[in-house]
C-alpha cells in the first residue's frame, strides 16, 4: 500500500487540503462581498466627520500619543514618506495573500483556522463600518496631520469627492493592522523556527505606517486587535503536532478516510 492510500495512525489530526477551486471562489467571494458591503455605507459624510472628532477627543482623553509624532519622522524626507505610502499601497493584499497560499500548500489545518479567523474579522469590521463612518485623520483638520499619499505619493485613494471605487470613511478598525496581526499570529502558530517571533515586525511595521500616512487612528487598530482576539477565542487554532507544524517527510498526503472525514471541517 502506497503513501497516497495507507491509512493514517489512529488519533491522528492530519487534514487534507480542502479543494484549491472552491477555496479560491471561496475567499474571492468573501472578498467581493465585502467591498460591495463597504459601498453600502458611503454617502455619510457628516456622520462619519462627527464620528472622527470624537475618536480624536476620545484619544486625547485617555492621554494617547499624538498621531502626529508617528508622522514627523516620515516627514524628515521625501524618501521615507513615499516608501510608506508604498507600503500602505502594495503590502496589505499581497502579504495576506501570501500567507494563505503558504499555509493552504504547508499547512492544510491552519489555513482553514486562519481563514476562518479572518473571514471573522473581516464581517465584524465590515458591520463596524456600516454602523460607524469615521473620516480618516487625514481628513480632519484638527488632526493637523499631512495626507502624505497624495503629497507624496503613491495614493490608493482618489478625491473623497468623486471616488466611487472605495469607502474612505471606513477607518474602524483598521484592516491593514488587523490582517497583518493575523499573519504573525498565524506564522507564529504554524511555525517551530527559532526565528518565527520576528514575523511580530509585520504588524508593527503596519501600525507605523497607517498611523504616520495619516489613514488610521490608534484606535483604529487597538479596535482591530481586539476583534481578532475575539476571533482566536472562539475559533480554536489546530493542536501542534507533527503533520500540522512541519511538513511531513516526503510530502505524505493523509489517508483517504481522514480526508473523507474531514475535508468538510474546511467549509
Request: hydrophobic residues 55%.
Amino acid at each position: 500500500m502506497n503513501a497516497r492510500t495507507e491509512p493514517a495512525p489512529a488519533g491522528s489530526d492530519a487534514i487534507a487540503r480542502p479543494p484549491l477551486v472552491r477555496e479560491f471562489l471561496l475567499v474571492a467571494g468573501l472578498f467581493l462581498v465585502y467591498k460591495f458591503g463597504r459601498q453600502l455605507a458611503t454617502g455619510h459624510t457628516g456622520e462619519a466627520f462627527h464620528n472622527a472628532h470624537r475618536v480624536w477627543d476620545v484619544e486625547r482623553a485617555v492621554q494617547l500619543p499624538g498621531e502626529g509624532a508617528v508622522q514627523s519622522l516620515l516627514l524628515h524626507g521625501d524618501g521615507l514618506a513615499h516608501l510608506a505610502n508604498t507600503y500602505y499601497a502594495a503590502v496589505h493584499f499581497p502579504a495576506t495573500a501570501a500567507f494563505l497560499i503558504w499555509l493552504y500548500l504547508r499547512r492544510p489545518a491552519h489555513y482553514v483556522w486562519a481563514r476562518r479567523v479572518l473571514a471573522a474579522v473581516t464581517a465584524a469590521a465590515l458591520a463596524l463600518h456600516l454602523l460607524f463612518p469615521l473620516a480618516p485623520p487625514r481628513m480632519l483638520a484638527a488632526a493637523g496631520l499631512v495626507d502624505t499619499a497624495r503629497v507624496y505619493g503613491p495614493s490608493v485613494y482618489g478625491d473623497p469627492a468623486t471616488d466611487s471605487l472605495s469607502n474612505q470613511f471606513a477607518a474602524m478598525p483598521s484592516l491593514h493592522f488587523g490582517w497583518a496581526l493575523m499573519v504573525a499570529v498565524g506564522l507564529v502558530v504554524a511555525t517551530r523556527s527559532r526565528w518565527r517571533w520576528l514575523w511580530a515586525a509585520h504588524p508593527l511595521l503596519t501600525l507605523l505606517v497607517i498611523v504616520g500616512t495619516a489613514n488610521h487612528y490608534w484606535l483604529d487598530a487597538i479596535v482591530a486587535a481586539a476583534l481578532l482576539g475575539l476571533a482566536l477565542a472562539v475559533i480554536h487554532v489546530p493542536h501542534r503536532t507533527a503533520t500540522t507544524a512541519r511538513r511531513a517527510p516526503g510530502g505524505v498526503v493523509p489517508a483517504q478516510r481522514d480526508e473523507r472525514a474531514l475535508v468538510g471541517a474546511g467549509r
